[in-house]
């Protein structure tokens, strides 16, 4: 159980039960998260309504998306968001042995591109202010200005929401323990 009480989306009004409704309908089983994040309905409405309208405008692929959040998460250690994320990948192809060892530098099932946005979310994730000129240059060679923004947005993101779930305690739901890696 989370560290603060669980609020139902019966509880939740306005906008924000709009979003709550939506994510939990079209996004997967955030339902945990989601009971936390009511609590402040402006953080549900803002930041999950950026992530459903990040999702309509698609700026990077769902292949690059989940790479960059299963990296971030396995990086900081977030099992919830981790067991989320990796079996979405699996969906967008990767060898579930490749998800599961995204962090290891020699990792093999990761094209050239998947490669630098795997290493540009672990530097964003563990040290962004040592991201160099060179990888930002080889980004640079694949992604537009504006997707570079998302992937980098995303990541930041990502870390962001690690820290909000380990911090508050917040539990895996029970359907996302079942999602198959393969």
């Given amino acids: 159980m989370a560290r603060v009480r669980n609020i139902e989306i019966e509880d939740v009004s306005g906008e924000a039960r709009a979003v709550y409704e939506r994510i939990q309908r079209d996004y997967g089983p955030f339902g945990n998260m989601l009971r936390v994040f009511a609590h402040r309905p402006p953080a549900l409405r803002h930041v999950f309504g950026l992530l459903l309208e990040s999702?309509?405008?698609a700026v990077i692929s769902k292949r690059h998306l989940e790479i960059v959040l299963v990296t971030a998460s396995k990086a900081a250690a977030c099992a919830y968001?981790?067991?989320?994320?990796?079996p979405r990948l699996v969906e967008q192809g990767l060898p579930a042995a490749t998800v599961e060892r995204i962090l290891d530098p020699d990792v093999p099932g990761l094209d050239p591109v998947d490669r630098l946005v795997r290493d540009y979310a672990a530097q964003v994730t563990r040290d962004p202010a040592r991201v160099s000129d060179a990888l930002f240059a080889r980004l640079r060679e694949h992604f537009s200005e504006e997707?570079?923004?998302?992937?980098?947005?995303?990541?930041a993101l990502c870390a962001?929401?690690?820290r909000f779930n380990e911090a508050l305690g917040i539990e895996i739901e029970?359907?996302?323990l079942t999602l198959p890696l393969a």
Avoid: K, M, P
């Fill in 55 to 57: 999702a309509s405008d």
């Fill in 81 to 86: 968001c981790v067991a989320h994320h990796a």
């Fill in 147 to 155: 997707q570079v923004v998302e992937l980098t947005l995303r990541t």
């Fill in 160 to 162: 962001f929401f690690n």
């Fill in 174 to 176: 029970e359907d996302a």
